[in-house]
């Protein structure tokens, strides 16, 4: 059911992505035949393959599978088995492992605190540094003379 499933997405991958995308990233991809029917394996013949088609493509495929088939509700990218183990324990476990693609929002909160403090600290600084150097014009000295 799920090879046939595959090539329905591949069809519809097929006008969406251009010719290089597909032969590259999707014509190596096979499905796994599972006796879940709630879920899409898609195997890749290594971790570079698996790894690119999940970060750019999953929401594509996951879209696409939901449309010929809305019953499945997952789709999971995995290494196949000729695939070094190691490396497929590595990949499977990853998310563990990796540091999120992009920061939080407190971390740009904080980075963006540090750099506004800077920035006041650089600007007070430097008209400190004028102040310091500016000489206030000197006031001539009042002669308190008498008139007689």
Not at 13 to 27: A, E, I, M, P
């Amino acid at each position: 059911m799920h090879k046939a499933l595959w090539q329905y997405i591949l069809s519809d991958v097929s006008s969406k992505v251009s010719k290089n995308v597909l032969d590259t990233w999707f014509r190596p991809l096979v499905v796994k035949d599972q006796n879940d029917h709630l879920r899409l394996v898609v195997c890749a013949p290594n971790i570079v393959v698996c790894d690119f088609v999940e970060q750019h493509y999953k929401r594509l495929i996951y879209s696409l599978t939901k449309k010929h088939v809305p019953k499945i509700n997952a789709v999971e990218f995995v290494v196949a088995e000729d695939e070094d183990p190691k490396r497929t324990f590595l990949f499977e476990n990853k998310r563990a492992m990796d540091m999120p693609s992009q920061p939080g929002p407190f971390i740009l909160l904080f980075l963006t605190a540090i750099l506004l403090l800077t920035l006041l600290w650089l600007v007070r600084e430097t008209s400190l540094q004028r102040a310091r150097h500016l000489r206030w014009p000197e006031r001539p000295e009042k002669q308190n003379s008498t008139h007689s």
